[in-house]
C-alpha cells in the first residue's frame, strides 16, 4: 500500500480538522496540534501457535498470518511435511513432492519463498546436496525444473514466477546466483562474499532487490550485499558477524535476528532500512534459524530452529503504525 509521502511527497498542510481518512506517513497541524498518521512505532516479539513438531532446517514462506514451513529435520518428526500458519495456529496440509531416497534428510537445509498460494522451495539435502526446485499451489506441491547446480544452506527471495536463489554449499561455500522465473532457471551475478547459512530478504524481497548479510565463509561474517537484478555490492555491514540468521524483509526494510556467533544461540534482532542496521528488541528465544521465517520486515514470525534442543514454539513481530500528536502548543 502506497504512503502518503510516496503519492504526494513531504509536505505538512494547516487544516482545520483532522482529516476523516488519513493515509500513512500524512502529517499536517491545526491551531493547536501537530499531528501525524501511520509512522512506524517500536518492534516487539510476542508469542505465536506452536509448530506441531520439533524442527531445524526446513523453508518456510508467505505472511505473518498466511505462512508455510514444510521439509526439514530430524527425519522422524518432519521430513517431507508441510503446514500452514493462519496467524494462531498451524495445521498439517500435503507432504512436499521429493521421492525419498536413501538420504532421510532429503529436505534439510532447504530454502523457500512466496506465498501461501505460489511458493517455492529449492535445494537442500544432507549429507549430499540437491538440485531439487518445488512450486506449491495453497494445496499441492509440483516438481519444477532443477537449478543449475546442488545446493544447500543458501537463500530464496522473491515470488514463485520472480525469485532468487543465492549462496550455500555445494559442498564448499558458493557465491553464484541462480533467478527463477517459476518454470527454469538462468545465472546471475555472484556474491562479493562466498556465503552459508546466511540473512536474507526473504518472501518480500525481489528478483531486482535482494538483500544478503552474515553467515558461514566457512568463518562467521558481517557482510552485506545488495542485488540490483545483475551484480551484488557491499554496503554497510551487519552489526556483528554471525551465522543461522533469522531474517524477513526487503532491501529497504529488513530484520536479522538470533543465531550464532560462538556460545549460546542468540536472542537479539537487527533492523536495516536499506541503508544502516541498528538495535531492536530481542526475542524470548535464543535459536540458530534455518530459513523457517516469514512476513515482512514489519510484520513477521519465526518457528523452530536450535536452541538447547530442537524446538516448537512460533514467534511473531510486529511494529506497529501509531497515530497521534507529535507537539501541541
Known sequence: MSTYKELNGLKIKYLSADPPAAQNGQVWYNSSNLRVEGVAGTGAWGSGGSYPVAIQSGAGFGTQTAAVGAGGTPPGNVGLKTFEYNGSSWTAVNNMSRTPTGSPYLSAYIAGSGTLTAGWAAGGGYPSQNNLTENYDGTTWTASATMPANRRGGNCTGPQTAGLYFAGNAPGVQAGTYEYDGEAWTSGGDLNTARTNAGGSGPTGSQTAALSFAGNTPGFTNKTEEYNGSSWTEVNNFPDSRSYVGYSGSQTDAIGFTGYGGGSALTTTKSYDGTNWSSAPSMATGRLSYHTNAGTGSS??????????????????????????????
Open 300 to 329: 513477521a514470525l519465526t518457528f523452530g530452529g536450535e536452541g538447547t534442543t530442537v524446538l516448537t514454539n512460533t514467534e511473531e513481530w510486529t511494529v506497529p503504525l501509531e497515530t497521534g500528536t507529535i507537539s501541541s502548543s
